[in-house]
């Protein structure tokens, strides 16, 4: 399968740049990570759910974990084997939206 330029991987350099424009996310084991944490499972429910509309608008698909009220989203571009701007595009768009 072909990689667009959006899928290309990042150097580390250009990571450290993309990292610097997002709120609390981190890179762990080579994703990029945010926890989010909400009163109760009914509000982690709907805030996945509208994880899983911003996935499906840019055909591109997070680890996501639950525990009840605790959120984890974890990006990479498994094409690309690392990150790519489509992770960071992901997580401005979902940074976006809260």
Same mark, same amino acid.
């Given at each position: 399968?072909?990689?667009?330029?959006?899928?290309?991987?990042? =150097?580390?350099?250009?990571?450290?740049?993309?990292?610097?424009?997002?709120?609390?996310?981190?890179? =762990?084991?080579?994703?990029?990570?945010?926890?989010?944490?909400?009163?109760?499972?009914?509000?982690?429910? /709907?805030?996945?759910?509208?994880?899983?509309?911003?996935? /499906? =608008?840019?055909?591109?698909?997070?680890?996501?974990?639950?525990?009840?009220?605790?959120?984890?989203?974890?990006? /990479?571009?498994? =094409?690309?084997?690392?990150?790519?701007?489509?992770?960071?595009?992901?997580?401005?768009?979902?940074?976006?939206?809260?």
């Amino acid at each position: 399968m072909e990689t667009t330029s959006a899928e290309r991987k990042l =150097s580390e350099e250009e990571i450290s740049k993309e990292l610097k424009t997002l709120d609390s996310w981190r890179i =762990s084991k080579g994703r990029l990570h945010k926890e989010f944490k909400f009163k109760n499972f009914a509000e982690a429910l /709907e805030f996945i759910n509208m994880v899983g509309r911003i996935a /499906e =608008s840019l055909c591109h698909h997070p680890t996501i974990f639950n525990d009840y009220g605790l959120v984890v989203i974890e990006l /990479e571009t498994h =094409s690309s084997k690392g990150l790519s701007m489509l992770d960071f595009s992901f997580a401005n768009q979902l940074d976006s939206q809260l």
